[in-house]
């Protein structure tokens, strides 16, 4: 049967993606000649930006090693993009080697290539979906089957909520996310902010508007709402760095004025 | 990649590419050749640690590493000791120390600049923090420090091309795997559409916005009994059919447009064979991800059989199965459908037409015949019709109507009547005989406004009625007020019957008196209905009815009951002087076949002889009745019945005539005494006119009682002229049996 010309394509890598300029940021090669592209041209317009994703990185490596120390050892980590070095999975297992781990994704070419990376091991998982329907997320085998959701869970949002515009209603999809989770669980979160950056923010936003996943820089006051209902661990909601920084951690990073970064718990 | 580091603030130590060798001023590090305490192997791991410390603080800002600057360092130590270790060693092969370079790539040191960052800190701190062995002269120590750094290089650009020949390969394979599980998925939401769209019964048509029909299923291709390539030929501007409800390609232009998403109507179209094929159809707009039109989706279900079934069921339900014309539940729909126009402001005209003396070929030849009469009527008046907004349909029995929607004006409907009239007028034949059938045809022709459908049927009919009282075979035009006259003359007959069981009528007497000596000679009985709404009515309101609707007959029976039994209860009372009683006849009476017997069963019944009866008949029931009805007559004087003629002198008083007539009496009508005013007034001649009738009467030896006499002046005349009995106001008005008991008592 002749395919009608009329039914959509599924994929398309002529259009960059986030989670592939984010593993360019990082130095890495799993991406396109249209994620470097569009990457490059944010680096020229912004120079900080691969120090800014690093500090997240280290933000939430120091957030999942903090979260083992509270005895949480399940986490769900939505927006996970493309593994790289010092993933969520190595770092709680270096914590805890019993910690077990979902990714969620909802680019197919991020999720196929974390399963790759991650076939045969049992004790973690990596789905397609999307964190806008947090209930059939939550409900999904992936999840369930790796997950014990009656335990507390630490759910990451590491640079993801950004990238929901306010009229798919981020507050309340993390609301139904946050409400399904066992009292103790943690939320992980660092999301980006103009604040600090104000002449960055608005081409960076831009730039970001012609890619597959236009972003939405958001205030202090904004990000603090993600957190409802939940227990801010100290410091609270802080620029990435200052988020209980390593001890002995001596240079001034430039790129604390990126982005607000902090850790709820549920109670 | 150009990657320009920034300075960051506060550390100066290693930000710029080109003094990756040129410590900060916070830097702790260069004082590195003073010798550490704690034995050699101690001090020289010591300053190996520091060297590490001071190469993670170099290249760390071109890392993009998730590693802290501790943790780097940490990775840097082992790397640096193996580094320095092959400094000691008589080396033919430096490729041990690509591990270092490799090391770096492992820690996600993926920039060039790390590489150039860290040969430059190996080039010129390494042995600053690590003196070789003094055994070792200082220019094989240099060549041995260029040979590593070589390898290093090499090192960490093998194991960068390996790695992202690696990564490549993984996210390629990676777009590769989410393309087919895309593709899968398409494909299985395909095929099940597909097997949807090929397996459903109903019609599937895919067109785009230019009205080509790009795809189309099996069960669209059989209902158009077509073939797939001849239907992705057409385009939808060629499925117009002529009975496409009027507003469909408007839709279907909205539709294009974007202005709307679905419509759902019944559309017919065209089988390649040219018979019609109707459809329930249902056309939805596809739009793009921005919400632009892309396509349009037709579904359709063949309704034509049940339409063909819903239309017969509507045809026979709203025709004449016997003439084919349309029937009440039509004519009233089309003409309720002139009245539901918006805005009104129609003219519609209605003629309602009753065959007169249909129901005699009905009874005389039998229904076969009737109804053979019936379809000619139809189709000479089918024949009249000029144009479709002319129609003509069978009420029921032999009565129809004609519709005319918008007129030209009251004389296209009364030309419409006329028409009907004059096709009439020839004969039927129909088996051998010719049938005349005439019609009376009550218009109607009016504005919508102020009137209902109803109420112009009504006025057709009322309108009807009048033409059958003049005597049918004509028209009547509809008039207010003669239809309001026609309207009580039909209440009062249409309730009579009724009236006759529930015994609203009764009878008054008026007496007939000697006018030599006032004696009581006889009394007229007179009938009254005592009607509910009207009061009471005299018999000039309700007889002339009861004549044409034929329920005269059994009025007059009871008449005739009522009047002989009360006859009778004054003989027994009054055995010497009772009253002769006089009951009317009406024409209808006198020629109908039973009289002879019913007034013989009503004397035997009332044990009345004869004598005591008079029956009054008039003129016109006698002139030019045939011989049965005069034989009748005969009989009942013959039987003893008086017999006297009414009003006489208003008919045209055919005296040769009284000759061949059973007539005893003559009652003179009232007309003839009007004239006389005493000795003095009045018109001489009139008493001579009265004088001439009296002598004939004379001549004849009839009787004559004169009626309508109202003053004493007329009934001296009256007596003057010896007349013997007269009736009137003057003596006595009509009342009650009891008035006329107590006068004999009295």
Same mark, same amino acid.
């Given at each position: 049967?002749? *395919?009608?010309?009329?039914?959509?394509?599924?994929?398309?890598?002529? *259009?960059?993606?986030?989670?592939?300029?984010?593993?360019?940021?990082?130095?890495?090669?799993?991406?396109?000649?249209?994620?470097?592209?569009?990457?490059?041209?944010?680096?020229? @317009?912004?120079?900080?930006?691969?120090?800014? +994703?690093?500090?997240?990185?280290?933000? +939430?490596?120091?957030?999942?090693?903090?979260?083992?120390?509270?005895?949480?050892?399940?986490?769900?980590?939505?927006?996970?993009?493309?593994?790289?070095?010092?993933?969520?999975?190595?770092?709680?297992?270096?914590?805890?080697?019993?910690?077990?781990?979902?990714?969620?994704?909802?680019?197919?070419?991020?999720?196929?290539?974390?399963?790759?990376?991650?076939?045969?091991?049992?004790?973690?998982?990596?789905?397609?979906?999307?964190?806008?329907?947090?209930?059939?997320?939550?409900?999904?085998?992936?999840?369930?089957?790796?997950?014990?959701?009656? *335990?507390?869970?630490?759910?990451?949002?590491?640079?993801?909520?950004?990238?929901?515009?306010?009229?798919?209603?981020?507050?309340?999809?993390?609301?139904?996310?946050?409400?399904?989770?066992?009292?103790?669980?943690?939320?992980?979160?660092?999301?980006?902010?103009?604040?600090?950056?104000?002449? +960055?923010?608005?081409?960076?936003?831009?730039?970001?508007?012609?890619?597959?996943?236009? @972003?939405?820089? *958001?205030?202090?006051?904004?990000?603090?709402?993600?957190?409802?209902?939940?227990? @801010?661990?100290?410091?609270?909601?802080?620029?990435?760095?200052?988020?209980?920084?390593?001890?002995?951690?001596?240079?001034?990073?430039?790129?604390?004025?990126?982005?607000?970064?902090?850790?709820?718990?549920?109670? | 990649?150009?990657?320009?580091?920034?300075?960051?603030?506060?550390?100066?130590?290693?930000?710029?590419?080109?003094?990756?060798?040129?410590?900060?001023?916070?830097?702790?590090?260069?004082?590195?050749?003073?010798?550490?305490?704690?034995?050699?192997?101690?001090?020289?791991?010591?300053?190996?640690?520091?060297?590490?410390?001071?190469?993670?603080?170099?290249?760390? $800002?071109?890392?993009?590493?998730?590693?802290?600057? =501790?943790?780097?360092? %940490?990775?840097?130590?082992?790397?640096?000791?193996?580094?320095?270790?092959?400094?000691?060693?008589?080396?033919?092969?430096?490729?041990?120390?690509?591990?270092?370079?490799?090391?770096?790539?492992?820690?996600?040191?993926?920039?060039?600049?790390?590489?150039?960052?860290?040969?430059?800190?190996?080039?010129?701190?390494?042995?600053?923090?690590?003196?070789?062995?003094?055994?070792?002269?200082?220019?094989?120590?240099?060549?041995?420090?260029?040979?590593?750094?070589?390898?290093?290089?090499?090192?960490?650009?093998?194991?960068?091309?390996? %790695?992202?020949?690696?990564?490549?390969?993984?996210?390629?394979?990676?777009?590769?795997?989410?393309?087919?599980?895309?593709?899968? #998925?398409?494909?299985?939401?395909?095929?099940?559409?597909?097997?949807?769209?090929?397996?459903?019964?109903?019609?599937?048509?895919?067109?785009?916005?230019?009205?080509?029909?790009?795809?189309?299923?099996?069960?669209?291709?059989?209902?158009? =009994?077509?073939?797939?390539?001849?239907?992705?030929?057409?385009?939808?501007?060629?499925?117009?059919?002529? =009975?496409?409800?009027?507003?469909?390609?408007?839709?279907?232009?909205?539709?294009?447009?974007?202005?709307? =998403? !679905?419509?759902?109507?019944?559309?017919?179209?065209?089988?390649?064979?040219?018979?019609?094929?109707?459809?329930?159809?249902?056309?939805?707009?596809?739009?793009?991800?921005?919400?632009? $039109?892309?396509?349009?989706?037709?579904?359709?279900?063949?309704?034509?059989?049940?339409?063909?079934?819903?239309?017969?069921?509507?045809?026979?339900?709203?025709?004449?199965?016997?003439?084919?014309?349309?029937?009440?539940?039509?004519?009233?729909?089309?003409?309720?459908?002139?009245?539901?126009?918006?805005?009104?402001?129609?003219?519609?005209?209605?003629?309602?037409?009753?065959?007169?003396?249909?129901?005699?070929?009905?009874?005389?030849?039998?229904?076969?015949?009737?109804?053979?009469?019936?379809?000619?009527?139809?189709?000479?008046?089918?024949?009249?019709?000029?144009?479709?907004?002319?129609?003509?349909?069978?009420?029921?029995?032999?009565?129809?109507?004609?519709?005319?929607?918008?007129?030209?004006?009251?004389?296209?409907?009364?030309?419409?009547?006329? !028409?009907?009239?004059?096709?009439?007028? #020839?004969?039927?034949?129909?088996?051998?005989?010719?049938?005349?059938?005439?019609?009376?045809?009550?218009?109607?022709?009016?504005?919508?406004?102020?009137?209902?459908?109803?109420?112009?049927?009504?006025?057709?009919?009322?309108?009807?009625?009048?033409?059958?009282?003049?005597?049918?075979?004509?028209?009547?035009?509809?008039?207010?007020?003669?239809?309001?006259?026609?309207?009580?003359?039909?209440?009062?007959?249409?309730?009579?019957?009724?009236?006759?069981?529930?015994?609203?009528?009764?009878?008054?007497?008026? $007496?007939?008196?000697?006018?030599?000596?006032?004696?009581?000679?006889?009394?007229?009985?007179?009938?009254?209905?005592?009607?509910?709404?009207?009061?009471?009515?005299?018999?000039?309101?309700?007889?002339?009815?009861?004549?044409?609707?034929?329920?005269?007959?059994?009025?007059?029976?009871?008449?005739?009951?009522?009047?002989?039994?009360?006859?009778?209860?004054?003989?027994?009372?009054?055995?010497?002087?009772?009253?002769?009683?006089?009951?009317?006849?009406?024409?209808?009476?006198?020629?109908?076949?039973?009289?002879?017997?019913?007034?013989?069963?009503?004397?035997?019944?009332?044990?009345?002889?004869?004598?005591?009866?008079?029956?009054?008949?008039?003129?016109?029931?006698?002139?030019?009745?045939?011989?049965?009805?005069?034989?009748?007559?005969?009989?009942?004087?013959?039987?003893?019945?008086?017999?006297?003629?009414?009003?006489?002198?208003?008919?045209?008083?055919?005296?040769?005539?009284?000759?061949?007539?059973?007539?005893?009496?003559?009652?003179?009508?009232?007309?003839?005494?009007?004239?006389?005013?005493?000795?003095?007034?009045?018109?001489?001649?009139?008493?001579?006119?009265?004088?001439?009738?009296?002598?004939?009467?004379?001549?004849?030896?009839?009787?004559?009682?004169?009626?309508?006499?109202?003053?004493?002046?007329?009934?001296?005349?009256?007596?003057?002229?010896?007349?013997?009995?007269?009736?009137?106001?003057?003596?006595?008005?009509?009342?009650?049996?009891?008035?006329?008991?107590?006068?004999? !008592?009295?």
């Amino acid at each position: 049967m002749e *395919r009608p010309d009329w039914v959509p394509d599924g994929i398309d890598v002529t *259009r960059p993606s986030a989670a592939r300029m984010y593993d360019y940021y990082l130095g890495g090669s799993h991406n396109f000649e249209a994620d470097r592209e569009a990457a490059a041209k944010a680096i020229e @317009m912004w120079p900080d930006l691969p120090k800014i +994703m690093q500090a997240n990185r280290a933000f +939430m490596r120091r957030a999942v090693r903090h979260a083992v120390e509270l005895g949480v050892t399940q986490f769900l980590d939505i927006g996970s993009g493309i593994p790289t070095f010092g993933n969520v999975h190595e770092v709680a297992r270096a914590a805890d080697p019993q910690s077990r781990v979902v990714y969620v994704d909802r680019d197919p070419i991020a999720v196929a290539h974390s399963q790759a990376l991650l076939e045969g091991d049992t004790r973690t998982g990596v789905i397609e979906a999307d964190l806008r329907d947090g209930a059939a997320l939550l409900e999904h085998p992936g999840v369930t089957g790796v997950l014990d959701l009656e *335990r507390p869970v630490a759910l990451l949002l590491v640079a993801v909520l950004h990238f929901v515009q306010d009229a798919d209603e981020p507050w309340d999809a993390v609301a139904e996310l946050r409400g399904r989770l066992a009292p103790g669980s943690l939320l992980i979160l660092s999301h980006a902010t103009p604040e600090g950056r104000a002449d +960055m923010a608005g081409p960076h936003q831009d730039l970001y508007r012609r890619t597959g996943n236009p @972003m939405s820089m *958001r205030s202090r006051s904004e990000v603090t709402r993600f957190f409802e209902g939940f227990e @801010m661990l100290d410091p609270g909601l802080v620029y990435m760095a200052e988020w209980r920084p390593d001890p002995g951690c001596r240079l001034e990073d430039p790129t604390r004025f990126s982005g607000f970064a902090g850790v709820g718990r549920k109670p | 990649m150009t990657r320009s580091p920034a300075a960051p603030a506060g550390t100066g130590t290693a930000g710029a590419s080109g003094r990756p060798d040129a410590p900060g001023p916070d830097d702790p590090v260069p004082d590195a050749p003073a010798a550490p305490a704690g034995g050699p192997r101690a001090h020289e791991q010591e300053g190996l640690a520091r060297f590490a410390g001071f190469w993670a603080r170099v290249i760390y $800002p071109f890392t993009a590493t998730s590693m802290t600057r =501790d943790e780097l360092e %940490r990775h840097l130590l082992p790397l640096a000791t193996r580094l320095r270790s092959l400094l000691d060693e008589d080396l033919l092969d430096a490729s041990p120390a690509q591990e270092v370079g490799r090391g770096l790539v492992q820690a996600h040191c993926t920039d060039p600049q790390v590489l150039a960052q860290s040969l430059t800190v190996i080039e010129a701190c390494l042995l600053l923090y690590r003196p070789a062995s003094p055994d070792i002269p200082s220019d094989v120590v240099r060549s041995r420090l260029s040979r590593l750094q070589a390898a290093v290089a090499a090192g960490f650009a093998r194991a960068l091309r390996d %790695r992202t020949r690696h990564e490549q390969e993984a996210i390629t394979r990676a777009a590769l795997t989410a393309h087919q599980r895309s593709q899968r #998925a398409l494909h299985e939401s395909e095929a099940k559409f597909r097997a949807l769209f090929e397996g459903l019964a109903v019609g599937i048509g895919v067109g785009d916005l230019q009205g080509r029909i790009v795809d189309v299923n099996d069960a669209l291709v059989s209902m158009f =009994d077509s073939t797939p390539e001849d239907m992705r030929k057409m385009r939808v501007d060629d499925l117009v059919h002529p =009975d496409d409800l009027p507003g469909v390609w408007d839709l279907y232009q909205q539709l294009i447009r974007g202005e709307r =998403d !679905r419509f759902v109507m019944e559309k017919p179209y065209f089988r390649s064979d040219g018979s019609v094929l109707w459809t329930d159809l249902r056309v939805s707009l596809i739009r793009d991800e921005e919400g632009r $039109p892309q396509y349009q989706v037709a579904m359709l279900e063949d309704v034509t059989e049940r339409k063909q079934i819903n239309d017969r069921l509507r045809h026979q339900a709203t025709h004449d199965p016997l003439t084919g014309l349309g029937n009440r539940v039509l004519f009233l729909e089309r003409l309720e459908e002139v009245f539901a126009h918006e805005g009104g402001g129609r003219r519609v005209g209605v003629c309602y037409l009753d065959l007169d003396g249909f129901k005699a070929v009905n009874d005389s030849l039998g229904h076969a015949t009737g109804d053979r009469l019936l379809v000619a009527v139809a189709e000479r008046l089918t024949g009249c019709l000029r144009g479709p907004h002319q129609s003509v349909a069978r009420m029921g029995g032999d009565e129809f109507t004609a519709l005319v929607v918008d007129p030209a004006g009251p004389h296209e409907v009364t030309e419409l009547a006329r !028409r009907f009239l004059a096709a009439l007028a #020839a004969p039927v034949h129909i088996d051998g005989r010719d049938l005349s059938v005439n019609v009376s045809i009550g218009v109607v022709e009016s504005s919508t406004d102020g009137t209902t459908a109803a109420r112009m049927v009504q006025s057709a009919d009322i309108s009807l009625y009048r033409a059958k009282a003049r005597g049918g075979n004509c028209y009547a035009m509809h008039d207010p007020e003669a239809d309001a006259r026609e309207m009580s003359r039909y209440h009062l007959s249409t309730r009579m019957p009724e009236a006759l069981e529930s015994g609203e009528f009764f009878l008054e007497y008026q $007496p007939m008196v000697s006018l030599a000596d006032g004696s009581l000679k006889g009394v007229e009985a007179l009938v009254r209905w005592r009607h509910p709404e009207h009061g009471v009515l005299g018999p000039d309101r309700f007889v002339p009815l009861a004549e044409e609707t034929g329920l005269i007959v059994p009025l007059g029976r009871w008449v005739l009951e009522q009047a002989c039994s009360q006859a009778r209860r004054w003989q027994r009372e009054f055995p010497d002087c009772a009253p002769r009683v006089n009951v009317n006849l009406s024409v209808h009476q006198v020629r109908s076949p039973g009289l002879v017997q019913d007034v013989a069963r009503v004397l035997k019944n009332c044990e009345l002889e004869p004598g005591a009866l008079q029956l009054e008949v008039t003129e016109s029931a006698v002139v030019g009745a045939d011989d049965q009805a005069l034989t009748a007559l005969r009989e009942l004087t013959d039987m003893g019945v008086g017999l006297a003629l009414d009003d006489f002198g208003t008919g045209y008083s055919n005296f040769a005539g009284l000759r061949r007539l059973p007539v005893q009496t003559l009652k003179i009508d009232r007309s003839f005494i009007s004239g006389l005013r005493g000795a003095e007034g009045g018109d001489p001649r009139d008493e001579q006119v009265l004088a001439g009738v009296l002598s004939l009467a004379r001549t004849l030896e009839l009787a004559v009682t004169v009626e309508g006499v109202e003053t004493e002046e007329q009934a001296e005349r009256l007596r003057s002229l010896s007349v013997q009995s007269a009736q009137g106001w003057h003596f006595a008005r009509p009342g009650p049996a009891d008035a006329i008991t107590r006068a004999l !008592r009295g």
